[in-house]
């Protein structure tokens, strides 16, 4: 219809014939050009009357003889109408395309249009926002109020968004009623976002538990369906490695890239005692980094370690690393953990490939201490708050897989004890063997001082993490690292410590607020950051009882006044009570009561007055102040 198969171009100046100026009218229409073609039909016209003028008076000049002039003449007469008809004819059927054209197009703006609103009243129904969707509708209507098909839609929606509005307002007033803090918003006028009242979140809770159980029986079996699908992988794998075949190699790539794909990447960990962060920077699908953490009764273990060689044999290397450390961290000590690891990597494996590493140990016994034990990895640095500055921790260790360890007793265990606020670094080689354009290595000495500089102004982990890795890749001038970049942030955090019940902390907390034995006692065992936080909640609940009986005795006393303005000031500062809504209503229905009083003693007073100038004949008086009385209160 629109005709953007023609091909053919319009040479507007060249248009000579008038046949060939019907074909370019003929163009004009087909790209629906409607303004060209009516200017050149009406150019047409002008030109062909005065083609026909021109060569009558070239004829008449030519010769006086009438018997010729007058057939000659006539017979292009005749040609200039049949011209006109064609003209004519052209430009009904042009008006008409161009209307048939704009309808078309109408169509499709409203269908457009219609389609765009059905969806925007969806989601503001989704929003549950019916007094939006509501005007929206009224305002389609409006421009739209010959169209059925819009007055339908709009009786429809205008109904569907009446029920939902009245569904909200209903619920509204129901959490009202449920929750405190709504209530008192709405007695001051203000808006919360609401809180579901816990009492309806334990039925919901009830209610679902027979799909609760139902989908961890189903995680349970989607779980177990998963290892068995890795260890199958694992198997395939280590057959193709053994062939070692380019294709063979290339489709174990592809198998370990789905195995990789369930490793640990980042880790945000919440533990006692610490804060944790790590990531990994990936250079590809498949990581030759790895680090695991894991918790369990008695000690937190993690490690860091980074394969050579980086090809296919590294990466099922790591994979299996991974496996090994998962099956025996939670029984095997850590000298014992690194024992075996070294000897199967070196004995059983029978690879060149050896891996740097370093395992980390937390004993919950040992609060501030890290037990670690390494295999050649690049230097560890501890930045100590109290002194501001950093220090850096160098192995002396051979990689794994290079020798094999004869004793337990070869493997040394190191300690590091972390005060509050001290922060330790660990990272894979690449955070530091990352180079720029002049191709200058990061180093030891920049990430030190980055380490430094970000520790002396920030505690969080995360932001240290990122301005480390920020730091590197400005260095570098490029968002790309390399090779796998991997960094550990674990910070002391005082604030995490367990407290026990012979604590010195709890005897200063019961004395500074007054806490009796039932409350100390439900303190135990929690942490100093969690406490803090129920200590607020205590403080809180002190504070509000103490208010409570301020205002019961404003209540008692009769000030009315005061009562509302305190009432209104506490729940501002967020002292929420169901006493002070209940107080609060009080002092709102007291004062309706009293200045409707007022109101009425001064009508009476009012009335009296204008009742002994009536008794006095002073009419006009009268009339002119009951006017001013009606005109400046209507409910008079």
């Known amino acids: 219809m629109f005709g953007f198969w023609w091909k053919k171009k319009v040479d507007e100046k060249n248009i000579k014939a008038f046949d060939s100026a019907l074909e370019a009218i003929g163009i004009f229409m087909t790209l629906s050009e409607w303004e060209k073609a009516k200017k050149a039909i009406e150019e047409i016209k002008i030109k062909e009357k005065e083609s026909l003028d021109y060569i009558i008076e070239k004829l008449e000049n030519k010769t006086d003889n009438e018997w010729v002039i007058e057939p000659e003449k006539k017979k292009l007469i005749?040609?200039?109408?049949?011209?006109?008809?064609?003209?004519?004819?052209?430009?009904?059927?042009l008006e008409e395309k161009e209307r048939l054209y704009n309808k078309d197009i109408e169509n499709k703006r409203f269908k457009i249009r219609f389609e765009k609103i059905e969806k925007e009243v969806e989601e503001l129904i989704w929003a549950k926002q019916?007094?939006?969707?509501?005007?929206?509708?009224?305002?389609?209507?409006?421009?739209?109020?010959?169209?059925?098909?819009?007055?339908?839609?709009?009786?429809?929606?205008?109904?569907?968004?009446?029920?939902?509005?009245?569904?909200?307002?209903?619920?509204?007033?129901?959490?009202?009623?449920?929750?405190?803090?709504?209530?008192?918003?709405?007695?001051i006028w203000e808006t919360i976002n609401w809180v579901k009242d816990e009492k309806i979140k334990d039925k919901n809770i009830e209610k679902k538990s027979f799909f609760n159980k139902l989908k961890s029986k189903l995680a349970f079996y989607s779980k177990i369906q998963e290892r068995i699908k890795r260890k199958k992988l694992f198997d395939e794998i280590n057959v193709l490695i053994e062939e070692n075949s380019k294709i063979n190699n290339e489709i174990a790539a592809k198998k370990l890239a789905s195995i990789h794909k369930w490793m640990t990447k980042e880790i945000d960990e919440q533990m006692h005692w610490y804060d944790l962060?790590?990531?990994?920077?990936?250079?590809?699908?498949?990581?030759w980094d790895a680090f695991w953490f894991r918790e369990n009764k008695d000690k937190y273990n993690f490690f860091l370690w980074d394969a050579t060689w980086h090809w296919i044999r590294a990466w099922f290397i790591i994979t299996l690393l991974n496996r090994l450390f998962i099956k025996y961290v939670d029984t095997a000590k850590l000298w014992e953990l690194s024992f075996e690891i070294n000897n199967w990597l070196k004995q059983d494996l029978k690879s060149r490939n050896f891996v740097t590493w370093v395992f980390f140990e937390i004993i919950k016994d040992s609060i501030s201490k890290?037990?670690?034990?390494?295999?050649?990895?690049?230097?560890?640095?501890?930045?100590?708050?109290?002194?501001?500055?950093?220090?850096?921790?160098v192995s002396t260790w051979l990689a794994a897989g290079i020798r094999i360890i004869k004793h337990y007793a070869d493997i040394k265990i190191k300690e590091l004890n972390l005060n509050d606020g001290d922060i330790l670094l660990a990272y894979s080689d690449w955070i530091v063997e990352n180079k720029n354009s002049s191709w200058e290595m990061y180093w030891f000495d920049r990430l030190e001082n980055a380490l430094k500089k970000i520790a002396d102004t920030w505690q969080d982990t995360h932001k240290i993490y990122n301005y480390i890795i920020n730091d590197i890749k400005i260095f570098k001038w490029s968002e790309d690292f390399d090779d796998d970049a991997t960094a550990i942030i674990i910070k002391r955090n005082?604030?995490?410590?367990?407290?026990?019940?012979?604590?010195?902390?709890?005897?200063?907390?019961?004395?500074?607020?007054?806490?009796?034995?039932?409350?100390?006692?439900?303190?135990?065992?929690?942490?100093?950051?969690?406490?803090?936080?129920?200590?607020?909640?205590?403080?809180k609940k002190k504070e509000t009882e103490r208010i409570i009986k301020i205002l019961d005795w404003y209540y008692y006393t009769w000030e009315i006044l005061k009562l509302k303005q305190e009432a209104i000031r506490y729940i501002k500062e967020w002292y929420i009570d169901k006493k002070i809504n209940d107080y609060l209503k009080k002092a709102i229905n007291n004062e309706k009561s009293y200045k409707i009083k007022q109101k009425n003693t001064r009508a009476k007073n009012k009335y009296e007055i204008l009742e002994e100038l009536y008794k006095k004949w002073e009419y006009d008086t009268v009339i002119n102040e009951i006017e001013e009385i009606i005109a400046a209160d209507g409910e008079i």
């Open 78 to 93: 005749n040609e200039f109408k049949k011209k006109q008809k064609k003209l004519e004819k052209l430009q009904v059927e």
């Open 370 to 393: 890290i037990n670690y034990t390494w295999m050649w990895h690049v230097p560890i640095y501890v930045y100590r708050k109290e002194t501001w500055k950093i220090e850096r921790i």
């Open 494 to 539: 005082i604030k995490k410590d367990i407290i026990n019940d012979w604590s010195e902390y709890l005897e200063k907390v019961k004395w500074k607020i007054w806490l009796n034995k039932n409350q100390i006692k439900k303190l135990q065992w929690k942490s100093i950051e969690d406490i803090e936080k129920e200590l607020e909640v205590l403080k």
């Open 130 to 187: 019916p007094d939006t969707a509501l005007e929206l509708i009224k305002k389609f209507l409006e421009e739209n109020t010959d169209n059925a098909l819009v007055i339908k839609f709009y009786n429809n929606q205008k109904k569907k968004l009446l029920k939902i509005k009245t569904k909200i307002e209903k619920e509204k007033k129901e959490k009202i009623k449920l929750d405190a803090k709504a209530e008192a918003m709405n007695l």
């Open 277 to 287: 962060y790590w990531k990994i920077i990936s250079k590809d699908k498949i990581s």
